[in-house]
């Protein structure tokens, strides 16, 4: 099946911790995306990545940090930093070939709560 | 900067009923606009992308619109069915120094009652 996986489902982190959420997709997409969903609110960017190696900051990637040293994977760790971490996260990719706005694929989402 | 607004926030509907959902956006200078559908506490599933040059898609019971000098979209359903209760979100894509980023709105709650 190809496809985005993102895991855990459900993460609970206490104050102070830094946690990794995890990213993995076969579609071979050379673009990643991380957003955020909060309750009633759209989806927010944090980081995205046009290629391995690459990555920029979106509209709120103070408090995370991204990593992409493989095509398929492009995990996000919430540091603590962050100081409303508690959130719905998405994971998308595209193909990235367009330059003009390829459709994105979401991954299923983990709910991170913090204690 | 590009914002982008759905309207109505909620919407409830009995089972068979053609609908209307909404979409405006401040920028008209977008490459595509794209309509999700999203499950409680699931990811996104896109339904439709509508090129700037376009005017409108069809994918079954599904027909979106796009008006981009007006700032429009809108997303007509047909023939409403229970399964087609979800949130949906619209969301525009602006391209150039914005590579890959889209701009989403807050979402429609659709509720289809049988």
């Known amino acids: 099946d190809g496809g985005i996986t993102q895991s855990p489902k459900y993460l609970f982190r206490k104050e102070g911790q830094n946690v990794t959420l995890s990213c993995e997709q076969n579609?071979?997409?050379?673009?990643m995306y991380w957003y955020r969903q909060d309750p009633g609110q759209g989806l927010r960017l944090i980081y995205y990545?046009?290629?391995?190696?690459?990555?920029q900051k979106g509209d709120i990637a103070e408090g995370y940090s991204v990593s992409r040293e493989k095509k398929e994977s492009f995990p996000l760790t919430v540091t603590s930093a962050q100081k409303n971490p508690t959130a719905f996260y998405l994971c998308?990719?595209?193909?990235?070939?367009?330059?003009?706005?390829?459709?994105?694929?979401f991954g299923p989402g983990t709910r991170l709560t913090v204690l | 900067k590009q914002e982008v607004t759905q309207i109505p926030a909620a919407l409830s509907v009995p089972e068979g009923e053609n609908l209307v959902l909404n979409c405006s956006f401040t920028d008209s200078a977008i490459y595509n606009l794209q309509w999700f559908r999203q499950d409680p506490g699931k990811g996104l599933t896109s339904l439709l992308l509508i090129q700037s040059s376009q005017r409108e898609q069809t994918s079954g019971r599904l027909n979106a619109s796009l008006d981009k000098s007006s700032g429009r979209s809108t997303l007509y359903i047909a023939a409403s069915q229970p399964g087609d209760s979800a949130t949906y979100l619209c969301a525009v894509y602006a391209g150039g120094t914005s590579y890959g980023k889209l701009t989403f709105g807050q979402g429609t709650i659709l509720t289809v009652h049988p």
């Open positions: 998308a990719s595209s193909t990235g070939t367009s330059g003009k706005g390829d459709t994105q694929y």
């Open positions: 579609l071979n997409h050379d673009a």
């Open positions: 990545s046009q290629i391995v190696n690459d990555f």
